[in-house]
């Protein structure tokens, strides 16, 4: 049971952090205690651990020794001291834990071998070895001699070897490497270079560089630098050469250039990276002040060096994974997940999942999910800035296929302005599409009862939330995701006129996943019906049991009330009782209690005084609240002062998803809205409510 891990490279180096997040992220769906640890590290805090720390909210990092006190060691001839001391430090750190990653040494000097170093500290350690061999820059043929002779090195050196990683291999080698390779015992994995991953961002460069920011909003620094462009000559010139991702340098005094770029940015002409002037000349405030009512958001710093040696230094500037740039997280995690078997690496981890769904592993496995759903999600929002932040996340993490809504030039200017790569989404403005004739149509007739003419179809179903929810009921969208700019009913209007609920089900209604600490919980419904019957509040049940079961969460349902079994009276308590012998009815096989009051639901010792016996006292983790009032208050006051994360509203009962967002949501919570919808879209309608007794053990 491979539960430490170590990655060592070889040569040194490779881009292990971006194998280091791939393999945590993995270890993330499994286990709740991780940690990860450097033998060695260069400075306090270091980048990596930091990345790992913050991202996956990991309960230990540290290392084992620091670069100097090795150093000091090393020219005393004490080696196996140093050996020694870094073991016995790591081993107390990594006691206890579920999963741990350590991250092998990659200095180029100081160590007579360094692979037989990082070999020798993975066996003292007991951990398996996944050793990365850096493939920039070569050719297929001279990988693949670096990757047998890493294995054979390995295995000689009496290492456990999980698998081997060709890292930033160009992307059309990859099929070749892996030929060229042949059969090893182990797995053999080519993941590609990304220049979103290595390529420096403007922040980047102008800190190098020693420079000041001069116009931009912060976020538009993250923009990736994927090449450089000189400004020295005219206009016209400079026009010919300007392209995605580009970084010009040019003098401060060049007022036409500077004014060339920011026009060429936002007619669509180039996609810049941001604009550095040389010298440390600022323009004339003229010029500066017809630059921000040009808008566009492009960076714009100002550096001390002169053009020529700003190139030469930006040429060495590499892009770094850290945790205030979770864009290139994201993109190395896509590039991770697109190229390695990781279902196969997991089970050669061979680390049992945890019984209890904790928030890190439910957030990390609804990315899984919604991958191999591959559903299509159309998002109404098209220029909004979280929304468009989201969508770039979701196509480096092949989640699901996307289709944008609004005026497309007004799209695509906006992630220009944004400095985002979204050439995998579709762009579909509602008022010239070919489809507006047929949704009208079909509008129309499914609104004749209400005295909807096609003259009034044709107008109503150019708003994007309208024009949305059709394309899902028409089949040319999987389902829908909106809000984050629009009331709720704006959303979930349309879907009851069109979509309308599973046959069997009375009323559509919601949950909300509530990521505690240490486990995920559903409450419903806290955001649809504000009175339900008991038949409604039976569906609510079923509902929500079955939205838990999809998820990984084993329904155990609790049908909330002020009395617990028969020890309170009234038409509410009746109400509860009525509904959860609906529920028993229908779905025999579901554990479910009722009516029960929050405190016995949680806690086994009051379940055991109140309801001894039952299978859902004490141990509740789906939670049917009695109407809406009651539920909305409970999750709200669970969110703040719980400090849970509440994912939803997620509606349940429509024959075709569609998700509401907060209009507070942030990019977080869009890619996680939009990864559940995708797995809702992924289950057969007649499934979205059924009894979910079949899902428990």
Same mark, same amino acid.
């Not at 260069?42 to 990991?58: A, G, I, K």
């Not at 403007?202 to 000189?230: C, I, K, N, Q």
């Not at 479910?592 to 039952?614: C, N, R, T």
């Given at each position: 049971?491979?539960?430490?891990?170590?990655?060592?490279?070889?040569?040194?180096?490779?881009?292990?952090?971006?194998?280091?997040? $791939?393999?945590?992220?993995?270890?993330?769906?499994?286990?709740?205690?991780?940690?990860?640890?450097?033998?060695?590290?260069?400075?306090?805090?270091?980048?990596?651990?930091?990345?790992?720390?913050?991202?996956?909210?990991?309960?230990?990092?540290?290392?084992?020794?620091? +670069?100097?006190?090795?150093?000091?060691?090393?020219?005393?001839?004490?080696?196996?001291?140093?050996?020694?001391?870094?073991?016995?430090?790591?081993? +107390?750190?990594?006691?206890?834990?579920?999963?741990?990653? %350590?991250?092998?040494?990659?200095?180029?000097?100081?160590?007579?071998?360094?692979?037989?170093?990082?070999?020798?500290? @993975?066996?003292?350690?007991?951990?398996?070895?996944?050793?990365?061999?850096? /493939?920039?820059?070569?050719?297929?043929?001279?990988?693949?001699?670096?990757?047998?002779?890493?294995?054979?090195?390995?295995?000689?050196?009496?290492?456990?070897?999980?698998?081997?990683?060709?890292?930033?291999?160009?992307?059309?080698?990859?099929?070749?490497? !892996?030929?060229? *390779? $042949?059969?090893?015992?182990?797995?053999?994995?080519?993941?590609?270079?990304?220049?979103?991953?290595?390529?420096?961002?403007?922040?980047?460069?102008?800190?190098?560089?020693?420079? *000041?920011?001069?116009?931009?909003?912060?976020?538009?620094?993250?923009?990736?630098?994927?090449?450089?462009?000189?400004? $020295?000559?005219?206009?016209?010139?400079?026009?010919?050469?300007?392209?995605?991702?580009?970084? &010009? %340098?040019?003098?401060?005094?060049?007022?036409?250039?500077?004014?060339?770029?920011?026009?060429?940015?936002? @007619? /669509?002409?180039?996609?810049?990276?941001?604009?550095?002037?040389?010298?440390?000349?600022?323009?004339?405030?003229?010029?500066?002040?017809?630059?921000?009512? &040009?808008?566009?958001?492009?960076?714009?710093?100002?550096?001390?060096?002169?053009?020529?040696?700003?190139?030469?230094?930006?040429?060495?500037?590499?892009?770094?994974?850290?945790?205030?740039?979770?864009?290139?997280?994201?993109?190395?995690?896509? #590039?991770?997940?697109?190229? *390695?078997?990781?279902? $196969?690496?997991?089970?050669?981890?061979? %680390?049992?999942?945890?019984?209890?769904?904790?928030?890190?592993?439910?957030?990390?496995?609804?990315?899984?999910?919604?991958?191999?759903?591959?559903?299509?999600?159309? !998002?109404?929002?098209?220029?909004?800035?979280?929304?468009?932040?989201?969508? +770039?996340? !979701?196509?480096?993490?092949?989640?699901?296929?996307?289709?944008?809504?609004?005026?497309?030039?007004?799209?695509?200017?906006?992630?220009?302005?944004? /400095? &985002?790569? &979204?050439?995998?989404?579709?762009? *579909?403005?509602?008022?010239?599409?070919?489809?507006?004739?047929?949704?009208?149509?079909?509008?129309?007739?499914?609104? #004749?009862?209400?005295?909807?003419?096609?003259?009034?179809?044709r107008d109503l179903v150019t708003d994007p939330n309208y024009f949305g929810t059709l394309m899902v009921a028409s089949g040319r969208a999987d389902a829908m995701v909106s809000g984050a700019a629009h009331p709720t009913a704006d959303t979930i209007r349309p879907a009851f006129q069109i979509i309308k609920t599973v046959p069997g089900v009375s009323v559509a209604s919601s949950v909300f996943f509530m990521c505690l600490p240490d486990q995920v919980l559903v409450y419903g419904d806290c955001a649809i019906v504000p009175d339900p019957t008991p038949e409604q509040l039976a569906d609510i049940a079923i509902s929500s049991a079955a939205t838990a079961a999809a998820f990984g969460i084993q329904p155990l349902v609790a049908m909330l009330s002020y009395a617990t079994g028969g020890s309170g009276h009234g038409c509410d308590v009746e109400k509860v009782a009525a509904a959860t012998a609906l529920v028993r009815q229908r779905a025999p096989q579901l554990p479910v209690e009722g009516p029960i009051q929050y405190d016995a639901a949680v806690d086994p010792v009051v379940a055991a005084a109140k309801l001894p016996g039952?299978?859902?006292?004490?141990?509740?983790?789906?939670?049917?609240?009695?109407?809406?009032?009651? /539920?909305?208050?409970?999750?709200? #006051?669970?969110?703040?002062?719980?400090?849970?994360?509440?994912?939803?509203?997620?509606?349940?009962?429509?024959?075709?998803?569609?998700?509401?967002?907060?209009?507070?949501?942030?990019?977080?919570?869009?890619?996680?809205?939009?990864?559940?919808?995708? %797995?809702?879209?992924?289950?057969?309608?007649?499934?979205?409510?059924?009894?979910?007794?079949?899902?428990?053990?």
């Amino acid at each position: 049971m491979a539960r430490r891990i170590y990655l060592t490279g070889h040569p040194a180096g490779g881009g292990k952090s971006a194998i280091a997040l $791939g393999v945590m992220e993995l270890l993330s769906r499994r286990v709740r205690r991780l940690g990860a640890f450097r033998p060695l590290v260069r400075s306090e805090p270091d980048p990596t651990l930091e990345l790992l720390r913050c991202r996956y909210r990991l309960e230990r990092v540290g290392a084992g020794a620091s +670069e100097a006190e090795a150093a000091a060691l090393l020219s005393a001839g004490r080696l196996d001291e140093l050996i020694g001391t870094v073991v016995e430090c790591l081993r +107390e750190q990594v006691e206890g834990l579920d999963a741990a990653l %350590i991250i092998g040494t990659d200095f180029d000097s100081g160590f007579p071998d360094d692979l037989a170093l990082n070999a020798r500290l @993975a066996n003292e350690l007991g951990a398996a070895v996944l050793s990365i061999v850096d /493939g920039r820059g070569r050719d297929p043929e001279e990988i693949a001699g670096l990757i047998g002779t890493a294995y054979h090195s390995l295995v000689d050196l009496d290492a456990t070897l999980l698998a081997l990683v060709a890292n930033r291999v160009p992307a059309a080698a990859r099929e070749k490497v !892996l030929a060229a *390779v $042949g059969a090893l015992p182990v797995p053999v994995y080519a993941v590609p270079d990304v220049p979103a991953v290595s390529a420096p961002t403007v922040a980047e460069v102008t800190d190098a560089l020693g420079g *000041v920011r001069l116009l931009g909003r912060p976020e538009s620094y993250a923009r990736d630098v994927l090449s450089v462009v000189f400004g $020295g000559a005219t206009v016209p010139t400079l026009l010919d050469h300007l392209h995605d991702g580009a970084l &010009l %340098i040019t003098p401060g005094d060049r007022a036409d250039l500077i004014l060339a770029a920011h026009t060429a940015h936002l @007619a /669509g002409r180039a996609a810049l990276a941001g604009v550095v002037l040389t010298l440390g000349l600022r323009p004339d405030p003229r010029v500066v002040e017809l630059v921000t009512h &040009l808008g566009g958001e492009l960076p714009v710093a100002v550096v001390p060096t002169d053009s020529f040696e700003t190139m030469a230094r930006v040429a060495g500037i590499e892009g770094q994974l850290s945790p205030d740039n979770p864009r290139k997280a994201e993109a190395a995690l896509g #590039a991770f997940e697109s190229s *390695v078997d990781t279902a $196969g690496l997991t089970r050669r981890l061979d %680390i049992a999942r945890s019984a209890r769904v904790t928030p890190l592993m439910f957030e990390y496995e609804l990315i899984s999910g919604a991958r191999a759903a591959r559903r299509h999600v159309v !998002l109404p929002e098209g220029t909004e800035e979280r929304i468009l932040r989201a969508a +770039e996340i !979701l196509l480096r993490r092949d989640v699901c296929e996307l289709t944008l809504l609004g005026p497309q030039e007004s799209v695509r200017r906006r992630i220009r302005e944004l /400095g &985002l790569a &979204l050439t995998g989404a579709s762009i *579909v403005d509602p008022m010239a599409s070919p489809w507006r004739e047929d949704f009208a149509s079909r509008y129309a007739q499914l609104r #004749a009862h209400r005295g909807v003419t096609l003259e009034n179809a044709r107008d109503l179903v150019t708003d994007p939330n309208y024009f949305g929810t059709l394309m899902v009921a028409s089949g040319r969208a999987d389902a829908m995701v909106s809000g984050a700019a629009h009331p709720t009913a704006d959303t979930i209007r349309p879907a009851f006129q069109i979509i309308k609920t599973v046959p069997g089900v009375s009323v559509a209604s919601s949950v909300f996943f509530m990521c505690l600490p240490d486990q995920v919980l559903v409450y419903g419904d806290c955001a649809i019906v504000p009175d339900p019957t008991p038949e409604q509040l039976a569906d609510i049940a079923i509902s929500s049991a079955a939205t838990a079961a999809a998820f990984g969460i084993q329904p155990l349902v609790a049908m909330l009330s002020y009395a617990t079994g028969g020890s309170g009276h009234g038409c509410d308590v009746e109400k509860v009782a009525a509904a959860t012998a609906l529920v028993r009815q229908r779905a025999p096989q579901l554990p479910v209690e009722g009516p029960i009051q929050y405190d016995a639901a949680v806690d086994p010792v009051v379940a055991a005084a109140k309801l001894p016996g039952s299978r859902v006292a004490g141990r509740a983790t789906v939670f049917i609240f009695p109407d809406l009032n009651t /539920g909305n208050n409970t999750y709200k #006051a669970v969110q703040r002062s719980a400090g849970a994360v509440a994912v939803g509203p997620v509606l349940q009962g429509l024959r075709r998803p569609v998700n509401d967002l907060s209009r507070g949501a942030t990019v977080a919570d869009i890619v996680n809205t939009v990864a559940i919808t995708a %797995i809702q879209a992924a289950a057969p309608a007649d499934e979205a409510a059924a009894p979910a007794g079949g899902a428990v053990a």
